[in-house]
């Protein structure tokens, strides 16, 4: 099995091969939507760096399936600014474009800002070696499931509703590279709506059309905490939101749009 969720291609830097550690659970043929989410940040991250800086905020747009095949990532700076700048980046398979993202990249105060400790953010949740292994419903040997770590504090893949969850990734997204606290907190998010499913797997499909990650500080470790709910509605549009927090409190939150429909 390959030891990294994609391997770079030496001739084309702007070009993944994608291995089977980013399969996704229902099809052998089609990617979970965590690592490509998690590769885009890895290429926002390295397009133009800028010190002082940090990511603010990540909207990936899933455009169609991402096939288990490889791909091409490009990214660039589309508004620039000495505080604030806008990065794009589209993921494309060979029938085009699969992906997009936009990124918020903020100028970080310094020296930092002299705030009351009660207007930042605070609470923790119950820590990874305190919560339960879980293992996900697949029909895949092997992909994303196989590729991370899921320990349930509440709620568990067997019961439907509200969970919190820890996501440790056992690979990095890129071979030979260290997976950074933004490509952990990208690939852990996209399963919000898979922790805290709360219709039947064998009977609904509730597919994300979306990820936002807003990241008002870069976890720290390697575990991130989802503090997941999901909330369905009638007429099939529902919304999976998640509180995410690392070992040390909350970094952020993520929101996820579903089209939710009966199966077959």
Same mark, same amino acid.
């Given at each position: 099995?390959?030891?990294? =969720? &994609?391997?770079?291609?030496?001739?084309?830097?702007?070009? =993944? #091969?994608?291995?089977?550690?980013?399969? /996704?659970?229902?099809?052998?043929?089609? *990617?979970?939507? !965590?690592?490509?989410?998690?590769?885009? @940040?890895?290429?926002?991250?390295?397009?133009?760096?800028?010190?002082?800086?940090?990511? @603010?905020?990540? %909207?990936?747009?899933?455009?169609?399936?991402?096939?288990?095949?490889?791909?091409?990532?490009?990214?660039?700076?589309?508004?620039?600014?000495?505080?604030?700048?806008?990065?794009? %980046? +589209?993921?494309?398979?060979?029938?085009?474009?699969?992906?997009?993202?936009?990124?918020?990249?903020?100028?970080?105060?310094?020296?930092?800002?002299?705030?009351?400790?009660?207007?930042?953010?605070?609470? +923790?949740?119950?820590?990874?070696?305190?919560?339960?292994?879980?293992?996900?419903?697949?029909? *895949?040997?092997? !992909?994303?499931?196989?590729?991370?770590? &899921?320990?349930?504090? +509440?709620?568990? =893949?067997?019961?439907?509703?509200?969970?919190?969850?820890?996501?440790?990734?056992? &690979?990095?997204?890129?071979?030979?590279?260290?997976?950074?606290?933004? #490509?952990? %907190?990208?690939?852990?998010?996209?399963?919000?709506?898979?922790?805290?499913?709360?219709?039947?797997?064998?009977? &609904?499909?509730?597919?994300?059309?979306?990820?936002?990650? +807003?990241?008002?500080?870069?976890?720290? /470790?390697?575990?991130?905490?989802?503090?997941?709910?999901?909330?369905? *509605?009638?007429? /099939?549009? /529902?919304?999976?939101?998640? %509180?995410?927090?690392? #070992?040390?409190?909350?970094?952020?939150?993520?929101?996820?749009?579903?089209?939710?429909?009966?199966?077959?």
């Amino acid at each position: 099995m390959a030891d990294a =969720f &994609y391997l770079p291609d030496p001739t084309d830097p702007n070009r =993944f #091969e994608s291995t089977e550690l980013t399969r /996704g659970p229902w099809s052998p043929d089609a *990617q979970h939507a !965590g690592p490509p989410s998690a590769l885009l @940040g890895h290429v926002i991250e390295r397009c133009e760096p800028r010190d002082g800086f940090q990511v @603010g905020r990540v %909207a990936v747009e899933i455009l169609g399936p991402v096939p288990l095949a490889p791909l091409t990532v490009r990214a660039e700076v589309v508004r620039s600014g000495r505080s604030v700048e806008l990065i794009e %980046a +589209t993921l494309s398979a060979e029938r085009g474009p699969v992906m997009r993202a936009v990124a918020w990249r903020l100028k970080l105060s310094e020296p930092p800002l002299d705030l009351p400790p009660e207007f930042l953010p605070s609470g +923790t949740r119950p820590l990874p070696a305190d919560a339960q292994p879980g293992t996900f419903p697949s029909n *895949q040997r092997v !992909g994303f499931h196989t590729g991370i770590e &899921y320990r349930f504090s +509440t709620g568990s =893949f067997a019961a439907p509703g509200p969970a919190v969850c820890w996501i440790k990734l056992k &690979y990095p997204i890129v071979a030979g590279t260290a997976p950074s606290p933004l #490509e952990r %907190a990208l690939a852990a998010a996209d399963s919000g709506n898979g922790v805290s499913a709360v219709l039947d797997w064998s009977k &609904y499909l509730f597919i994300n059309t979306d990820l936002t990650v +807003t990241l008002h500080r870069q976890p720290v /470790g390697e575990w991130v905490c989802l503090d997941a709910v999901t909330h369905p *509605q009638p007429h /099939g549009i /529902g919304l999976a939101e998640s %509180a995410l927090f690392d #070992e040390t409190g909350p970094i952020g939150r993520s929101t996820q749009t579903l089209l939710i429909a009966p199966r077959g």
